[in-house]
C-alpha cells in the first residue's frame, strides 16, 4: 500500500528511460534534482513544503523510536540508515571524494557505529534509535542530501555511464562505511556492478521512496493506535 510519494514512481521511471542518453543529459539531471528534492526536507532545495516535511514535522522525539513489529525498524533508523548510505555512495563512489560522515559528525550524532545499520538487530535498532541526536540526525541527512544535488549538477555523459571504481568500493570497507558481516558486505557486491547512472537510480531516489512510505505508514499505525 503507498503511504508516501505519488507519482514519484513515474518520475523515476521517466529517469530511468533516458539517464544515459547522451542528449538527455541535462533533462536527466532536472528530474534527478526534482525528484531528490521531494524525498528530503524542503529546506534542502528551497522548494514547497512537501510530504518529507509533513512526516517530520511534528513526529516526537519518543515517535522516532518506536518499533511498530518485530518486523519494521524505526525512523531514527531509517534515516540513519538512507543517510549513510547515500552518503557513501554519492560521495565515495560517484564522486570519488571522501565522505561527510566523519569522527566529529559520530559525536554530533552520538552513534556507535559508522556502517549503513543493514546488519544490527532489533535491540541494536533500538539502541541507535534511542540514543541518536534527532536533531543532528536531520542536519546529517541535510548535508549529504546538499552534497549530492551539487555532485549530480557537475556529471557529464561520460560521468553517467562510468563504472564503479574498486578502489572506492575498497574505501567504504575500510571506513567502516560497511562491516564484514553477511547483511551488511553484500552492499559491496551490489553497488560495484553498477555504473553512475545505476548509483543515480537507488540510493539517493528508489530506496529513499520505499524506506520513506514505511516511515509514513509506522507513523499512521502510531497515531492511529494512540488515539
Not at 85 to 107: P, S, Y
Not at 112 to 135: F, K
Not at 158 to 167: L, Q
Request: charged share 30%; with cysteine; hydrophobic share 40%.
Amino acid at each position: 500500500m503507498k503511504y508516501f510519494g505519488n507519482g514519484l514512481s513515474e518520475i523515476h521511471k521517466d529517469l530511468n528511460s533516458i539517464i544515459r542518453k547522451r542528449d538527455q543529459l541535462e533533462r536527466a539531471k532536472s528530474l534527478f534534482l526534482e525528484l531528490h528534492a521531494k524525498l528530503n526536507l524542503s529546506e534542502v532545495s528551497g522548494t514547497d513544503k512537501n510530504e518529507v516535511d509533513a512526516l517530520l514535522g511534528d513526529l516526537q522525539r519518543n515517535e522516532y523510536a518506536i518499533m511498530p513489529t518485530k518486523k519494521d525498524e524505526t525512523i531514527a533508523w531509517v534515516l540513519w540508515h538512507i543517510a549513510r548510505i547515500e552518503d557513501l555512495t554519492m560521495n565515495m563512489l560517484v564522486a570519488g571524494k571522501e565522505q561527510i560522515f566523519n569522527d566529529e559528525w559520530k559525536k554530533r550524532l552520538n552513534v556507535m557505529i559508522t556502517d549503513t545499520g543493514n546488519a544490527l538487530t532489533d535491540d541494536e535498532i533500538m539502541e541507535l534509535s534511542q540514543n541518536v541526536h534527532i536533531a543532528e540526525l536531520l542536519k546529517y541527512r541535510n548535508e549529504v542530501a546538499k552534497s549530492t544535488r551539487e555532485i549530480v549538477q557537475g556529471l557529464t555523459s561520460e560521468d553517467i555511464r562510468r563504472k564503479v571504481a574498486p578502489a572506492d568500493i575498497n574505501r567504504i570497507l575500510e571506513t567502516g562505511g560497511v562491516t564484514e558481516q553477511e547483511d551488511s558486505i553484500w552492499l559491496l557486491d551490489f553497488w560495484g556492478k553498477k555504473d553512475v547512472a545505476g548509483i543515480l537510480l537507488m540510493p539517493p531516489t528508489r530506496h529513499v521512496i520505499l524506506h520513506l512510505n514505511d516511515c509514513c505508514k509506522w507513523k499512521e499505525h502510531m497515531r492511529r493506535n494512540r488515539k
